[in-house]
């Protein structure tokens, strides 16, 4: 593709269709729609308004202390995030996010991004987005025409300031939504605390008071006791079972995206087996990442293997992630204090992650995970 010529005229002079996207994912912002689906869409609308062919947005990652890629559109996302940019090593997005401007740069594109990332796209031009907002600056979107070189007229650099104000808001939204649903899994836990205070520790309330009396209890006080106890217990497992179904948190990847991306990082073969009729559950796609990224951190930290397997497999009533290695630490090891949080996560979904050696010098790392029927 000759990304000098005009390519395809702006979208908007022919109509506001492509502005639809926006409306629907503000229509759609309160369902749990995966992270980078919701950014790649911000992405594929902004392609479709604008000349651009490929588009990319990224995102500051406070927990993490980086920078991400959430979305893209015309380009491979897995290349994308494999690339971890930062905000010193990629002075175009410092000028637009301080300047709030539209920037594009052409001469010496090298000085203005990190090299591998003009390198892999092949990049000539460059425009960047600053995505910001009621005083907040979320993150940038680079854009280009497929390669080559151009110039942007001030009509289309004025649409696209405009439509980064437009994705910052419906960013904005996204995110006040989640809050509110954190707000009302709170919530939720409150009126648990209170049901079982209210109901299980009033009855072993009676059932205390009972038993302190000084004087001894006939057989029908004793049964009204044991009746009490059975209704307690009984109270407090309905309230314990009750689902909270509490909201996952926001990772801005999936467990494949990861795969591509460490697959093609320097180190040992990584070795995936991963049927093409597995699929990950969404609900669980935080807590297989996190099992994942801990499995790998304690094998760069503790072992020198020749080969890492890593398999995923469901069946009815489970999902199962396994990653197995050798050269491991001939000292035995409890699997670190990352791994055991990855167990609590895990215990919070009525699964178990397992963790010890694995034949001679090997080590391995599984998580199991019930389905739901909304998994199945």
């Given amino acids: 593709m000759n990304g000098s010529g005009t390519g395809h005229a702006p979208s908007l002079f022919a109509g506001v269709e492509p502005l639809e996207v926006f409306v629907e994912l503000l229509a759609e912002i309160d369902t749990d729609t995966a992270s980078t689906e919701f950014y790649d869409r911000i992405c594929e609308a902004i392609c479709r308004l604008t000349t651009m062919r490929r588009a990319a947005i990224f995102m500051a990652d406070a927990a993490r202390r980086r920078v991400r890629a959430v979305g893209a559109h015309g380009t491979s996302f897995s290349q994308l995030a494999a690339l971890r940019p930062t905000l010193v090593n990629t002075p175009i997005a410092q000028r637009a996010l301080l300047e709030d401007e539209v920037v594009v740069v052409s001469e010496r594109i090298e000085e203005a991004v990190p090299a591998a990332y003009a390198e892999v796209l092949g990049i000539t031009t460059l425009v960047c987005t600053p995505m910001s907002a009621a005083g907040r600056a979320y993150g940038v979107i680079c854009a280009d025409r497929g390669g080559g070189r151009f110039e942007l007229s001030d009509g289309e650099r004025h649409l696209l300031w405009t439509l980064g104000k437009t994705a910052a808001l419906v960013a904005t939204a996204r995110n006040a939504t989640r809050q509110q649903e954190r707000t009302r899994r709170l919530g939720e836990r409150l009126d648990l605390a209170r049901e079982i205070h209210e109901r299980v520790l009033q009855r072993l309330f009676g059932v205390s008071l009972a038993l302190s009396a000084e004087q001894p209890l006939d057989r029908e006080q004793r049964e009204r006791c044991r009746s009490e106890m059975q209704e307690a217990i009984g109270d407090l497992r309905r309230a314990l079972e009750r689902p909270l179904a509490p909201l996952p948190p926001e990772t801005g990847t999936t467990v494949a995206a990861e795969l591509g991306r460490i697959s093609a ?80 996560e895990a215990l919070q979904q009525g699964g178990v992650v397992e963790f010890g050696p694995a034949g001679a010098d090997g080590w391995r790392v599984r998580l199991l995970v019930p389905l739901g029927r909304e998994d199945e």
């Fill in 265 to 344: 990082a320097p180190g040992p073969p990584v070795v995936v087996h991963w049927p093409g009729e597995v699929t990950v559950p969404p609900d669980l796609e935080p807590l297989a990442q996190s099992v994942l990224a801990e499995a790998l951190r304690n094998i760069a930290k503790h072992a020198r293997p020749s080969r890492v397997d890593i398999t995923l497999a469901r069946d009815a009533d489970t999902f199962t992630l396994e990653v197995r290695n050798d050269g491991a630490a001939s000292r035995r090891r409890d699997g670190g204090m990352g791994l055991r949080l990855a167990a609590f």
